[in-house]
């Protein structure tokens, strides 16, 4: 299993934006396709992005599109999201996860149970 560590979070106000990071150990980067995820206090763990292999191919939840981007350097062993127009919802634990998938795949992976490998999280607090 890959090895994740996150990056990055902090104490931003409304309007913001903040860069995370997550490194993951292994040789073999490419082979995952990598997500994001967020837990605020009292609530379940909700999808926030992911990005193929490749990277070609991204997708996010509807609450962060088109403020948050997700990107990946497979040279560098690590996927980022950048997050612009930061609003207090967003407050949470961004954890980045990944799943091993070795061949091809069409699916659209959204859910935690999709994905195999963890990382410890990162907290973000966006004060209104």
């Known amino acids: 299993q890959v090895q994740l560590v996150e990056s990055g979070g902090g104490l931003v106000q409304a309007g913001g934006s903040l860069r995370l990071s997550c490194a993951a150990s292994?040789?073999?980067?490419?082979?995952?396709?990598m997500g994001w995820f967020r837990q605020a206090p009292g609530k379940d763990r909700e999808f926030v992005a992911a990005i193929s292999r490749t990277g070609v191919i991204t997708y996010y939840a509807d609450s962060v599109k088109g403020r948050f981007t997700i990107s990946r350097d497979n040279a560098k062993n690590t996927v980022y999201v950048q997050m612009n127009r930061l609003k207090p919802e967003d407050t949470a634990v961004y954890y980045c996860?990944?799943?091993?998938?070795?061949?091809?795949?069409?699916?659209?992976?959204?859910?935690?149970?999709?994905?195999?490998?963890w990382g410890q999280g990162t907290q973000v607090t966006v004060s209104s």
């Open positions: 292994g040789r073999t980067f490419s082979s995952y396709i």
């Open positions: 996860a990944a799943r091993l998938t070795p061949y091809y795949s069409s699916s659209y992976y959204t859910e935690a149970s999709d994905f195999g490998s």
